[in-house]
T-cell receptor, first 109, second 115 residues
Framework: AQRVTQPEKLLSVFKGAPVELKCNYSYSGSPELFWYVQYSRQRLQLLLRHISRESIKGFTADLNKGETSFHLKKPFAQEEDSAMYYCALGPGGYNKLIFGAGTRLAVHP | DGGITQSPKYLFRKEGQNVTLSCEQNLNHDAMYWYRQDPGQGLRLIYYSQIVNDFQKGDIAEGYSVSREKKESFPLTVTSAQKNPTAFYLC??????????????FGDGTRLSIL
C-alpha cells in the first residue's frame, strides 16, 4: 500500500535550534517526494521536491531509500518557519499525490 | 494572487441538498484535483482529471461528483449521499506528468458546513 507517515503532529522548538520534520513512506516503486508548507492565512505551496536536490529557505531534505524516509531539516529555525508542513508521495506517472497527516512546526522566540 | 480560484470561501449545506464548489485555473494546466482536508488526516484525494472530458475517482469519491468540460474548470458537487460533508476542500492543478513528477498548485479552499 502507498502511504506517507508523519509521526509528529506538533514540533515545538526555540529560535535558532535545529529542526527535523520526519517523513516515512511506503511505496514499492521509484518514489517522487515533496514537502509542502502552509503558512498562516496562506495557501498550501510547494517547499521543495527531492528531484531538485535544492535548499529552499534554508530547508533541505534527502531521500533515503534504504530507510524509506524523506526528512525535512533546517540547522537554525526562524520564527517565520512556523507553519503546517506536509510530506507528499507521488507514485510516478499518474500525477497523483498521497499526503501525510502533516506536522505543525512552532518556533518560539 | 491568481492561478487557481476557488469559490465560495464558505458554504453551508442543508440536509438532502447538493452543493457545487467552483474551481477555476488560468495556469493552462492539464491536470486538476480535488482534496478533502480534515483535522489530523492531511489531504485525501476525492477526484482528479488529467485531461478535459476525463476524470478518475480518488480515495474517497463516494458522495461526490465532478465534471471537466473545460480545461480551466473542474467543479465538485457534494451530493446528499455524502453523509459527512463538513470539511475544508482544496482544489489543485499541475502540468501533465512527464515522468519526473509535477508539483501541484493549490487554491485557497472552500469550507463546507452543515446547517
Amino acid at each position: 500500500a502507498q502511504r506517507v507517515t508523519q509521526p509528529e503532529k506538533l514540533l515545538s522548538v526555540f529560535k535558532g535550534a535545529p529542526v527535523e520534520l520526519k517523513c516515512n513512506y511506503s511505496y514499492s516503486g521509484s518514489p517522487e517526494l515533496f514537502w509542502y508548507v502552509q503558512y498562516s492565512r496562506q495557501r498550501l505551496q510547494l517547499l521543495l521536491r527531492h528531484i531538485s536536490r535544492e535548499s529552499i529557505k534554508g530547508f533541505t531534505a534527502d531521500l533515503n531509500k534504504g530507510e524509506t524516509s524523506f526528512h525535512l531539516k533546517k540547522p537554525f529555525a526562524q520564527e517565520e518557519d512556523s507553519a503546517m508542513y506536509y510530506c507528499a508521495l507521488g507514485p510516478g506517472g499518474y500525477n497523483k499525490l498521497i499526503f501525510g497527516a502533516g506536522t505543525r512546526l512552532a518556533v518560539h522566540p | 494572487d491568481g492561478g487557481i480560484t476557488q469559490s465560495p470561501k464558505y458554504l453551508f449545506r442543508k440536509e438532502g441538498q447538493n452543493v457545487t464548489l467552483s474551481c477555476e485555473q488560468n495556469l493552462n494546466h492539464d491536470a486538476m484535483y480535488w482534496y478533502r482536508q480534515d483535522p489530523g488526516q492531511g489531504l485525501r484525494l476525492i477526484y482528479y482529471s488529467q485531461i478535459v472530458n476525463d476524470f478518475q475517482k480518488g480515495d474517497i469519491a463516494e458522495g461526490y461528483s465532478v465534471s471537466r468540460e473545460k480545461k480551466e474548470s473542474f467543479p465538485l458537487t457534494v451530493t446528499s449521499a455524502q453523509k459527512n460533508p463538513t470539511a475544508f476542500y482544496l482544489c489543485a492543478s499541475s502540468p501533465q506528468d512527464r515522468g519526473g513528477g509535477q508539483p501541484q498548485h493549490f487554491g485557497d479552499g472552500t469550507r463546507l458546513s452543515i446547517l
